[in-house]
């Protein structure tokens, strides 16, 4: 669909970006293949609720892509590539400035994040397992995407090195009252 977007010059509304985003960004097929891998709640009736995916599928998509534009659209676009939610936005409401429109997508994930935070407390009949990797997916797309091209902050690869690697340091004072850290090594 991007493919032939981009070859007839359409810009899309914001809907139908997210609409296809959703799909092509794999979010709910990788949710779905999670859903049977836990095996948690796997029944006739919870495999249904597959299709369509539910609703907390979606938000999480509509997250991941949101989060993906704000922090590669700006490389996106140098590269020519199709349109962002960004681009989609400021033709659609006709916004002339990328900030008004970069502020509008934050407020857009604030709402979905509410929406997705609802699928917790409103009893779906999926199973709680599911419906975190939801949210982890949510949480790891802003975790990757929210700082943009900001080179001074930390990247997934600093976050995997101190969650697995790095010794975790503190300092304590020792019985003759200097300074010592102590590491989990």
């Known amino acids: ?21 959703v799909i092509s960004g794999g979010t709910c097929m990788a949710l779905v293949h999670a859903f049977f891998l836990m095996g948690k709640g796997v029944m006739k009736e919870t495999e249904a609720m597959m299709e369509p995916y539910p609703r907390c599928f979606t938000s999480s998509g509509k997250i991941l892509r949101l989060w993906d534009d704000l922090g590669t659209s700006r490389e996106e676009q140098e590269r020519g590539d199709v349109a962002s939610s960004i681009e989609c936005l400021m033709n659609e409401k006709n916004i002339a400035l990328e900030d008004g429109a970069r502020k509008h997508v934050r407020q857009l994930i604030g709402s979905l994040w509410i929406e997705l935070n609802g699928e917790l407390v409103a009893p779906t009949g999926l199973p709680l397992s599911t419906i975190k990797a939801s949210f982890n997916l949510s949480r790891t797309a802003q975790a990757i995407y929210q ?16 969650l697995f690697f790095n010794p975790i ?14 590491s989990n090594r």
């Open 169 to 182: 340091g503190f300092q304590t004072r020792s019985p003759n009252h200097r300074n010592v850290t102590l």
């Open 147 to 162: 700082h943009g091209n900001d080179n001074t902050a930390s990247s997934v690869q600093d976050h995997v090195q101190s």
């Open 1 to 21: 669909e991007e493919a032939k977007w981009f070859n007839r010059g359409y810009i899309p509304t914001l809907d139908e970006y997210l609409a296809n985003g």
